[in-house]
């Protein structure tokens, strides 16, 4: 990492936590209980996106006739309620510890619910790495930037001293209305070649975005 980075913001899903299959079990879950044939984890990752409604929509859900709202408290309560079989990515925690202990800020930005966020963080013992944790207040996986918003103004961070390490385009997004440097992490939800137009660090392992960061 340059000199004068002295922030990371982390996103959570597929970023921090591998939980990708976990994902597209309780999709395909969804798909099966309305008639709709299963997706693979490869067709998901190519066309997984935000706001998740739109991919929804995009993938055969009809939500002329079915509240996305209840779509997604259908999904997550079959994924809530299996998540504890979520690890994180290996290495991930003890590049977090090394980050805490050479005095790096860390947040995490997460379009999760935020109550189940910091519960899952706290299960991992990674809440202690981290300063603070800003999760959205539904179910319902909409923009993140009013959230990063949020963190910047409150912990008073400086757009230029910051990097923030997401595993799709939006987290790319957020990061560039935010100002601040974006890192694509491409284990989680969006295949690789989806940041092929990007000008930005890629990192396809834990071990090239340790050596992009240190």
Not at 29 to 47: F, G
Not at 72 to 95: G, K, Q, T
Not at 146 to 165: C, E, F, K, T
Request: hydrophobic share 40%.
């Amino acid at each position: 990492m340059q000199e004068q980075y002295t922030t990371v913001i982390w996103d959570f899903n597929g970023t921090i936590l591998s939980d990708v299959e976990l994902s597209v079990e309780g999709l395909n879950l969804l798909r099966q209980r309305r008639a709709m044939a299963p997706v693979t984890v490869e067709e998901y990752r190519d066309a997984f996106g935000f706001p998740v409604q739109n991919y929804y929509r995009g993938v055969g859900f009809d939500l002329e006739h079915e509240s996305f709202a209840d779509i997604s408290r259908e999904y997550h309560e079959y994924f809530f309620a299996r998540m504890h079989r979520c690890r994180p990515h290996r290495h991930i925690p003890e590049l977090m510890r090394e980050l805490r202990e050479r005095g790096l800020r860390q947040f995490v930005l997460s379009a999760m619910e935020e109550t189940e966020l910091r519960r899952i963080l706290d299960e991992l013992n990674l809440a202690t790495c981290v300063d603070a944790i800003y999760g959205l207040r539904d179910l319902l996986g909409r923009s993140k930037v009013v959230r990063g918003q949020d963190l910047m103004r409150d912990h008073d961070l400086q757009p230029a001293s910051a990097v923030m390490i997401g595993d799709t385009d939006h987290d790319v997004e957020v990061a560039r209305i935010l100002g601040i440097t974006p890192i694509s992490l491409t284990l989680g939800h969006q295949s690789p070649h989806r940041f092929a137009g990007f000008d930005h660090h890629r990192a396809d392992s834990v071990e090239d975005l340790r050596d992009i960061l240190l």
